[in-house]
């Protein structure tokens, strides 16, 4: 089946029922294609804006930001003041086609359902009231949060309820109701639970999705600043009550599909969504390492840098392939960068020299292979690479940002890492102190010089060879010579959040 293209996509939004900015539909885009860059993006949007709807013989509803502004500013966020207007309309004596006529021009974005429900009197404002009465009648949270769904106010959620359940009924009835307006008008967005987060995000992208992707697709949609944990690992931990929730509970709104990655989906939704859609994002490779910054490979550099000087007290020197003869090597040849460690400063000069007359110098050199993300869609490729690349050195690790959380990748990338021996470092953008080695490389005893000998070709790896025998002869070590280690303040200000 195939599947619709991204120009077609951005068709809807620029001419349907729900008018848009043109930023807000960048940013709808880049979730649909995660792959595609905002620049990309942008440049997509506005010539389907000025040409390609045209085209298409589409009629654009979309909102210029300057009357996006002036919708704002006449008040279609204000659910108080459209609630006033439309109650107003009702004792004028208006029927509700022509009042619907008017609220939708003085407030153009507004749902028409939502102000229906409010000319038949179910405002937020009745619901606090209606928990209150049923609370004086003796029900329970459980049996009041039922009714309410039940009834005239579908959708109201338990965490709700329990927020206003021991407020006094009148001082607090008016703060109660204020609570819910600004929730409901996004000023206090309502917290979420790891299942109510699941649920929110599969029913809003209406595909199985693993719960790595899952958290992914939160955080690019601000979800995950909803949750309430304070745990360190909050993807490991959808992961874990996902799973659970499968396993254990009988009455599982989930359910299980595929392997590498698993993905889940709403049992209600599956006699909704055509079978081979279903199976179409089952097949779909694993998005959950998506990027959520925007940034290259090389700007991984710096924070690799910082890394092995303060977890190896090694100086990292950028290898670039550029200046490698590509005929006589390949590219999983060339690491990415050369970590060198030898005890200058850290020995006796006394000790030094004993240890040169002995033949062991005590010089360590690491071989670093860098991702920007790792997943299953290129776990093996890169794993390889790393492999192929660092056979000579004391220590070989692959490094990346963005590593998939989802336990079955997790799994297979450390049995890689014990039966290869390579290492796995996670660079952490936010926190560069942060950055950690997930899985320890297997040391060597020895270098292998025959292969560096190979990898000197490369102008880079010469020069790095010839400053570590001057420095090793002199005693005195140039750190001029290799990357520049940044600070973390810095660091943290390199790479930019999409959202």
């Known amino acids: 089946m195939k599947r619709p293209g991204k120009m077609s996509y951005l068709a809807e939004p620029l001419s349907g029922s729900e008018p848009k900015t043109k930023s807000e539909v960048v ?162 967005p309502e917290k979420l639970t790891f299942l109510g987060l699941a649920e929110k995000i599969l029913r809003e992208e209406q595909r199985p999705m693993s719960p790595a992707e899952i958290w992914k697709n939160a955080q690019l949609k601000g979800y995950d600043k909803r949750i309430q944990s304070s745990g360190q690992t909050p993807a490991k931990s959808l992961y874990g009550i996902i799973f659970l929730n499968v396993r254990d509970d009988p009455n599982a709104i989930f359910y299980k599909i595929g392997e590498r990655p698993a993905r889940y989906f709403l049992k209600e939704l599956k006699g909704r969504i055509k079978a081979d859609k279903i199976e179409q994002a089952v097949q779909e490779a694993d998005t959950s390492a998506d990027s959520i910054y925007e940034y290259k490979e090389a700007d991984l550099h710096p924070f690799l840098a910082y890394f092995a000087r303060r977890n190896f007290k090694a100086y990292a020197k950028t290898i670039h392939h550029s200046t490698s003869s590509k005929k006589e090597f390949g590219e999983w040849v060339h690491p990415d960068m050369i970590g060198v460690y030898f005890p200058v400063k850290d020995w006796k000069s006394e000790v030094f020299d004993l240890s040169a007359e002995a033949g062991n110098t005590a010089l360590k050199l690491y071989s670093f292979e860098l ?111 290799y990357d520049k280690v940044l600070d973390p303040q810095t660091l943290s200000q390199v790479i930019k959040r999409r959202i």
């Open 371 to 481: 991702k920007k993300a790792l997943s299953f869609g290129n776990l093996r490729e890169a794993f390889f690479q790393a492999v192929s690349n660092s056979s000579w050195a004391n220590e070989g690790y692959l490094a990346a940002a963005e590593i998939s959380q989802d336990e079955d990748f997790l799994s297979e990338l450390q049995r890689l890492s014990t039966s290869f021996g390579i290492g796995v470092i996670e660079l952490s953008f936010e926190n560069p102190d942060g950055s950690k080695c997930l899985y320890p490389a297997r040391e060597r005893d020895s270098i292998d010089w025959d292969a560096l000998n190979k990898l000197t070709m490369n102008k880079d790896v010469q020069s790095l060879v010839t400053r570590i025998k001057n420095d090793l002869q002199t005693k005195e070590f140039i750190e001029e010579k």
């Open 27 to 188: 940013k709808l885009f880049m979730l649909k294609f995660p792959k595609v860059q905002e620049k990309t993006a942008k440049n997509s949007v506005a010539w389907m804006c000025s040409v390609g709807l045209e085209r298409r013989g589409l009629k654009p509803t979309w909102l210029s930001e300057e009357r996006s502004a002036v919708v704002e500013a006449d008040g279609s966020t204000s659910m108080a003041g459209r609630a006033a207007y439309i109650r107003q309309l009702r004792e004028d004596g208006l029927d509700w086609d022509d009042a619907l006529e008017k609220i939708k021009l003085k407030f153009p974005r507004s749902s028409a359902s939502n102000c229906e429900k409010v000319w038949n009197g179910s405002s937020f404002a009745g619901r606090s009231e209606m928990v209150y009465d049923l609370k004086a009648k003796g029900k329970s949270i459980e049996q009041v949060w039922e009714l309410c769904n039940s009834g005239k106010y579908p959708g109201t959620s338990l965490g709700w309820i329990k927020s206003i359940w021991n407020k006094p009924d009148k001082g607090a009835n008016a703060a109660a109701v204020e609570s819910e307006r600004k929730v409901v008008a996004g000023a206090v």
